[in-house]
């Protein structure tokens, strides 16, 4: 199905969306531009757009076939992916299966011990303020959804942990955590946004060794060695 990309309705940190002949599709574009810190560091990761590109379709599709209603259509190109529009709830939720990153800095808690069961937070979508964690009750008095939506959040994201994380041991992969997006589209909640080494943290399950962005974020060096990887691993 060929899909005519028109005007473009939104720029992100890593991605831009274009509206099409269609009112209920977008044409996602996957950019290479990288930030960390709230963009307060800045960079490009060469190739990140198509391997992030490619990644989700593989992860969305899975998902789909798990039973977890999802905004992917089809991968059009290298970089571009049709996706139902949908309108993004302003909450930012992150699975965490292993200790790392702003949980062990916040809560004092030491780097890769296991987290049983798993951990969902969640961050009011806000760059301005800086994507603050944020708890069920403030959502509640922010309005940002209504308490039968945030358990169904809470459901679908952990559906999706349980689907991702066997997906990835088998490719020899530690889903340490991982950040969703859920929007509505005709009433319904589903994911939106991609799953990627933009937005998962991977270790190999061997080394521990980060196969993510926060080789970006800490300057690691072997950036898209780590993306090209990954991408060898999930798509063959």
């Not at 990761?45 to 899975?62: A, C, D, M, P, Q």
């Not at 559906?159 to 992969?173: C, D, S, T, V």
């Not at 993510?212 to 691993?233: M, N, P, Q, T």
Request: aromatic share 8%; hydrophobic share 40%.
């Amino acid at each position: 199905m060929a899909a005519t990309k028109g005007a473009m309705l939104y720029e992100g940190k890593a991605k831009k969306l274009f509206e099409t002949g269609d009112p209920d599709r977008v044409v996602q574009y996957f950019k290479d531009d990288a930030t960390a810190f709230n963009a307060q560091k800045k960079g490009t990761i060469v190739e990140k757009g198509v391997v992030n590109n490619k990644v989700s379709e593989t992860l969305f599709r899975l998902l789909e076939a798990g039973g977890v209603p999802t905004h992917f259509v089809e991968r059009l190109d290298d970089r571009e992916m049709l996706t139902k529009k949908v309108a993004i709830i302003p909450i930012e939720v992150v699975v965490r299966n292993v200790v790392a990153g702003s949980l062990a800095k916040r809560l004092g808690l030491k780097e890769g011990e296991a987290i049983a069961p798993p951990l969902i937070e969640f961050y009011y979508k806000d760059d301005a303020l800086g994507d603050p964690l944020i708890t069920d009750e403030h959502v509640r008095l922010m309005k940002l959804a209504d308490p039968a939506t945030v358990a169904q959040i809470k459901e679908l994201a952990l559906k999706i942990n349980a689907l991702l994380a066997p997906f990835f041991r088998e490719r020899q992969m530690i889903l340490v955590d991982f950040k969703l997006e859920f929007g509505r589209h005709k009433g319904a909640v589903i994911l939106a946004d991609e799953i990627s080494p933009d937005t998962c943290r991977f270790w190999d399950q061997t080394t521990k060794e980060s196969m993510d962005k926060d080789r970006f974020r800490k300057d690691l060096g072997k950036i898209e060695e780590a993306y090209r990887e990954v991408l060898k691993r999930v798509c063959g």
